[in-house]
């Protein structure tokens, strides 16, 4: 029950495609239909919250029909919300600037957009705390000067507007860490590799002094009364991971949510389902049908002779696996490099990962670091995990230490200012773009790629969902206008002293940049692999993501469709007959591949490579009478 006395938050957390819109959704309307007037905030980049609903969403409240109290719901942009509380305080913000440095109101305007491109979620918000220290060190000169020359500081429109920045960031921590205020829910599926992810995901929020109340398993496959061998498989993998899942969250609430025949879509949908969204008891043992191999499922069907060469063409360098959460991206790159580096043994190969929250080693069962790795049986083919955050450590460091390096040689002019000053310079380096740590990472590997000789002839690269993926494969852009404003900058400050070490670098990284964007835009070295399900918001999601990758001159492959239902009960032919629709709604210009669902998923290289004999190019017939052979 909720208090009624002041707003609560209710957050729900989890990688993406286990079904956090949908139970975000389903709460939502029985807290209304309960009396409560409620709002359901999207804060994903890549907004799903509209297609849940059936309608149209914007930053603006919409009214969402309820039998009681009130529901409306908002697709969140960070961007333009924060583009706006800017505009509001640009005067005061400029004028802070202007006190404490050697910029003009033009050089600030360049800066406050350029601190926030990139921005999502509620990183928006906690960016306030960061801003509100970089103009503080901005205005602490002024206040020294006026102490100097006046005698005596009087607090301005500048400290008023440095204390709000302050004072909001403060709130929304204090909102987060306050069980009575908010509330977390983590979701996943009850598989063991998205255990490993939520014990990560769990531990961090903890870290942060955020607890999680509860733990969602959902789309749990309840028992049937017809024996059905893909269905038994898959329950007990099920069964094994819920068991894990209760162990490592012994002192946590568990709610299993059953699998729906379909997912709802629109708020009569909703409606109905309601009472199917509910927790479920545990389940019950049954006896289970003849266990089948995953081995002689493998052995049904042969590969298509080409669907290789259709992900990544002769000449293709860059191969980049993309889609919404949960897809199965990070299986099916894996998969796709192991066929790959098969067909061809002495072909270079790096598989690489840049999702923040990797799983790369989980699936390949092998420990992987940023430090690239041999797979075993495959001498040409290597796997690393990016660590962007050190990587970008590393490079922020050194550009510190040259901005120490010229303040430190700094000729005239008055010490205690240019103390001053060295702060500002060393803040406009922590003001980069959010997401910059993730370029430097892919910079390292086009460096790979593009070095005379080049140490790989591909690499196939696991990206982050959806709209973390658009953001970086948008960032080497935004981070040219970054690296061309803060030299711009940096020029104010060449009078007293001089460039140094740090322009060279940022022109070689310029340098870098632009090499990147010409690779990633040149259709015969680079191309993009589409992963999805055949479910209405995953195609919607690939739809959109589509339609964005053409418009950023990005040339995609094909479309694999994943965990393609087959088996020989009601359930499983009703499953395939709603794949089969997806499927054919999906964008016809592009190849598809389909990919058969494994219960449990396959992990390590033995697995993998058996499964990716399975793959076929074609329509969804083909696949779905694999189950029936």
């Not at 162990?247 to 708020?267: M, N, W």
């Not at 399975?614 to 779905?624: A, F, K, Y």
Request: one cysteine or more.
């Amino acid at each position: 029950m909720l208090s009624e006395q002041r707003p609560q938050y209710i957050f729900f957390g989890g990688k993406g495609g286990v079904g956090k819109t949908t139970c975000a959704t389903a709460a939502a309307f029985r807290l209304a239909e309960a009396g409560h007037h409620v709002l359901i905030v999207s804060t994903d980049p890549a907004h799903s919250l509209g297609d849940a609903l059936a309608t149209r969403l914007s930053s603006k409240p919409k009214r969402v029909p309820t039998k009681r109290g009130s529901l409306h719901a908002v697709e969140l942009d960070a961007d333009d919300a924060l583009i706006r509380w800017m505009k509001k305080r640009k005067q005061g913000l400029e004028t802070i600037a202007e006190h404490g440095t050697y910029l003009d109101a033009e050089d600030i305007e360049q800066l406050l957009q350029l601190s926030l491109p990139g921005v999502d979620e509620l990183v928006g918000l906690v960016e306030l705390r960061r801003i509100a220290e970089v103009f503080d060190d901005m205005q602490a000169k002024h206040r020294f000067l006026s102490e100097s020359l006046g005698g005596r500081y009087r607090p301005d429109a500048g400290d008023a507007l440095i204390d709000e920045v302050d004072a909001e960031g403060r709130e929304l921590v204090e909102i987060l860490r306050d069980p009575a205020s908010a509330r977390f829910s983590w979701v996943l599926l009850p598989e063991l590799l998205a255990l490993e992810e939520t014990k990560d995901g769990v531990a961090a929020l903890q870290r942060e002094g955020i607890a999680v109340e509860e733990i969602i398993v959902n789309r749990v496959r309840l028992p049937t009364a017809q024996p059905c061998p893909a269905c038994d498989r898959r329950a007990r993998a099920e069964k094994s991971a819920i068991r894990n899942i209760r162990a490592s969250f012994a002192h946590s609430k568990i709610l299993l949510v059953p699998q729906l025949d379909a997912e709802p879509r629109g708020g009569a949908a909703f409606h109905k389902s309601a009472k199917k969204l509910q927790p479920v008891p545990r389940l019950a043992d049954r006896p289970l049908a003849r266990r089948e191999s995953k081995i002689a499922i493998a052995k049904r069907t042969r590969p298509a002779s080409n669907w290789a060469d259709v992900l990544a063409p002769p000449g293709c360098r860059l191969l980049l696996f993309g889609g919404k959460g949960g897809v199965g991206k990070t299986t099916c790159a894996t998969t796709g490099a192991l066929v790959l580096a098969e067909r061809d043994r002495q072909r270079k190969i790096l598989l690489l990962s840049t999702d923040p929250a990797h799983s790369l080693a989980d699936v390949i069962r092998i420990p992987l670091g940023d430090k690239a790795r041999a797979l075993p049986g495959f001498p040409a083919l290597r796997a690393r995990e990016i660590d962007a955050e050190g990587l970008f450590h590393s490079r922020r460091e050194s550009y510190l230490a040259s901005v120490d390096e010229l303040f430190d040689g700094l000729q005239g002019g008055s010490h205690l200012d240019a103390a001053y000053d060295r702060a500002v310079a060393r803040d406009l380096i922590d003001l980069s773009p959010p997401g910059l740590d993730e370029i430097f990472g892919i910079l390292s590997v086009s460096e790979a790629l593009l070095g005379q000789p080049p140490e790989y002839d591909l690499v196939v690269v696991d990206t982050a969902p959806t709209g973390h993926a658009l953001r970086l494969l948008e960032m080497p852009a935004k981070a040219l206008e970054w690296v061309h404003t803060l030299l711009a900058i940096l020029l104010k400050y060449r009078k007293v002293t001089g460039l140094g070490g740090v322009a060279s670098d940022l022109l070689e990284l310029a340098k870098q940049m632009r090499q990147f964007l010409d690779l990633l835009h040149d259709p015969h070295r680079t191309r993009l692999v589409a992963v999805t399900r055949a479910a209405q918001l995953p195609r919607l999601e690939t739809t959109r993501l589509l339609v964005k990758v053409a418009k950023m001159k990005i040339a995609v492959s094909a479309v694999l469709v994943n965990a393609v239902t087959e088996g020989v009960c009601v359930r499983c032919r009703r499953s395939a007959a709603v794949q089969q629709r997806e499927i054919k709604a999906l964008p016809p210009a592009h190849a598809k591949l389909l990919a058969p669902e494994v219960a449990p998923p396959p992990r390590g290289i033995g697995e993998l490579r058996r499964w990716g004999a399975t793959w076929q190019m074609g329509i969804m017939g083909s696949m779905g009478r694999m189950g029936q052979r």
